[in-house]
């Protein structure tokens, strides 16, 4: 039996991945956001690394 660590990805990284995800989809935090169904806010706190 093999047991699976879960994926563990530290905040810095997230930020990273979330932007580039976003400029990869031609979108601006707005749109983004919207696209999520989250705040505007909320998708600069998570792409800058705050409250993730």
Do not use: S
Request: aromatic share 6%.
């Amino acid at each position: 039996m093999t047991i699976k660590k879960p994926l563990i990805i530290n905040q810095p990284e997230v930020g990273k991945l979330i932007r580039e995800l976003r400029i990869c989809t031609a979108l601006t935090q707005e749109q983004f956001a919207a696209t999520l169904g989250v705040t505007y806010p909320t998708a600069n706190r998570w792409e800058n690394g705050h409250d993730i």
